[in-house]
Nanobody, 121 residues
Framework: QVQLVESGGGLVQAGGSLRLSCAPD????????MGWFRQAPGKEREFVAM????????VYADSVKGRFTVSRGDAKNTVFLQMNNLKLEDTALYYC??????????????WGQGTQVTVFT
């Protein structure tokens, strides 16, 4: 069972920035499309962003387009989510997700435990 390990969540004032990181703990797995989903209290889990295995293609939810950037690390098996101009409505538990094919907005079978992002005024 592949586990994904996230880091980088925290408290941030509205308008501020955070950077989330994610990597699989099974280093033999490569060439995964990776992305982020989030779930706010009382709401369903929703798609945030996804990037294909070599970083050539990215897709974003409309609500974060222009503010968030998903990218891959040099090792290709890591993924980052740079979040700028954070808003109160970005407050959620953010989950890293991975799948073997690039299918934006469709979660794959591999999940992290989640990292909390809380935006305050």
């Amino acid at each position: 069972q592949v586990q994904l390990v996230e880091s980088g969540g925290g408290l941030v004032q509205a308008g501020g920035s955070l950077r989330l990181s994610c990597a699989p703990d099974a280093h033999i797995l490569i060439n995964l499309a990776m992305g982020w989903f989030r779930q706010a209290p009382g709401k369903e889990r929703e798609f945030v962003a996804m990037i294909d295995w070599n970083g050539a293609n990215t897709v974003y939810a409309d609500s974060v387009k222009g503010r968030f950037t998903v990218s891959r690390g040099d090792a290709k098996n890591t993924v980052f989510l740079q979040m700028n101009n954070l808003k109160l409505e970005d407050t959620a538990l953010y989950y890293c997700n991975a799948r073997r094919d690039f299918a934006p907005r469709v979660p794959g079978p591999y999940w992290g435990q989640g990292t909390q992002v809380t935006v305050f005024t």
